[in-house]
T-cell receptor, first 115, second 113 residues
């Protein structure tokens, strides 16, 4: 298995533009997590899905952020409109089961820079 | 909700010395405590985890201890090597069918040769 796949690996955009981040979880994993990592705030959970259904989106910063999981092998995180404070590394992770001593496997991350 | 505090934020040791990183959690219902290692520019990766029914777990030079009463757990690395240099994150989870991981802020460990 190739592991969790994320694209793009780097994204540079201008304030106000729409940004779409993509994730392909490990086949057979039921849970998918989106995290944001910054120096100031560390690793923050934004939203997670179980069997393609959003379970907890309380970490989504505001309405500019949205996430979808149309099928078991694909998820997107969209920011519209983007702002400089959204600059961060965004990780997608998947696991067979949430918490419950099942390891979360992280993707390589997308480094987002909003100018 | 759950809150995880991690200390210290930075730690510098000489090669061969031991390193200890400590975390506390707030929700007594949490029952799963993993530790992740993140090398510079790379993704976090699980290095060891412990469940609430276990007090200690070892894997070669790495060990984790858990004190449920005090609600704290620690990572111990013995005989540190330069390749141990990384950021280490602790996390806590309610486990089961729910329970996302709540991460600590991380500890940047530097091992000097």
């Amino acid at each position: 298995d190739a592991g969790v796949i994320q694209s793009p690996r780097h994204e540079v955009t201008e304030m106000g533009q729409e940004v779409t981040l993509r994730c392909k979880p490990i086949s057979g994993h039921d849970y998918l997590f989106w995290y944001r990592q910054t120096m100031m705030r560390g690793l923050e959970l934004l939203i997670y899905f179980n069997n393609n259904v959003p379970i907890d989106d309380s970490g989504m910063p505001e309405d500019r952020f949205s996430a979808k999981m149309p099928n078991a092998s694909f998820s997107t995180l969209k920011i519209q409109p983007s702002e400089p404070r959204d600059s961060a590394v965004y990780f997608c992770a998947s696991s067979k089961r949430a918490g419950g001593n099942n390891e979360q496997f992280f993707g390589p991350g997308t480094r987002l820079t909003v100018l | 909700g759950e809150n995880v505090e991690q200390h210290p934020s930075t730690l510098s040791v000489q090669e061969g010395d031991s390193a200890v990183i400590k975390c506390t959690y707030s929700d007594s219902a949490s029952n799963y405590f993993p530790w992740y290692k993140q090398e510079l520019g790379k993704r976090p990766q699980l290095i060891i985890d412990i469940r609430s029914n276990v007090g200690e777990k070892k894997d070669q030079r790495i060990a984790v201890t858990l004190n449920k009463t005090a609600k704290h757990f620690s990572l111990h690395i013995t005989e540190t090597q330069p390749e141990d240099s990384a950021v280490y994150f602790c996390a806590a989870s309610l486990g089961g069918s729910q329970g996302n991981l709540i991460f600590g802020k991380g500890t940047k460990l530097s091992v000097k040769p």
